[in-house]
Nanobody, 127 residues
Framework: VQLVESGGGLVQPGGSLRLSCAASGRIFSINAMGWFRQAPGKEREFVAAISRSGGITYYADSVKGRFTISRDNAKNTVYLQMNSMKAEDTAVYYC?????????????????????WGQGTQVTVSS
């Protein structure tokens, strides 16, 4: 499975940005997908996760109510809509996927539970 993120960039505080993550390869086996982020000098942290069907989502408290994760299985793509952005959202954002339990609907929140990672896309929130 290969993951490629896009959509990062510079946005002003209070603004919005949408990240995309396109999957290729053994896409039929992908179950949970998620977004993580890593700011300079900090550890990678969980942002949001979504189940295989898209019916289950989970968010970090820091982004709840501002970010929305979704997926389009027909396009093999997962999205992260980011609204009301803050300076503390500045980080490299990574897409992740896993396929450990075939055809089950669940979410994963820990980075060690994911097997596939994208290269990351920079998001900077600044005026």
């Amino acid at each position: 499975v290969q993951l490629v993120e896009s959509g990062g960039g510079l946005v002003q505080p209070g603004g919005s940005l949408r990240l995309s993550c396109a999957a290729s390869g053994r896409i039929f086996s992908i179950n949970a997908m998620g977004w993580f982020r890593q700011a300079p000098g900090k550890e990678r942290e969980f942002v949001a996760a979504i189940s295989r069907s898209g019916g289950i989502t989970y968010y970090a408290d820091s982004v709840k109510g501002r970010f929305t994760i979704s997926r389009d299985n027909a396009k093999n793509t997962v999205y992260l809509q980011m609204n009301s952005m803050k300076a503390e959202d500045t980080a490299v954002y990574y897409c992740a996927a896993e396929d450990r339990i075939p055809y089950r609907d669940y979410v994963r929140r820990a980075s060690y539970e994911y097997d596939y990672w994208g290269q990351g896309t920079q998001v900077t929130v600044s005026s």
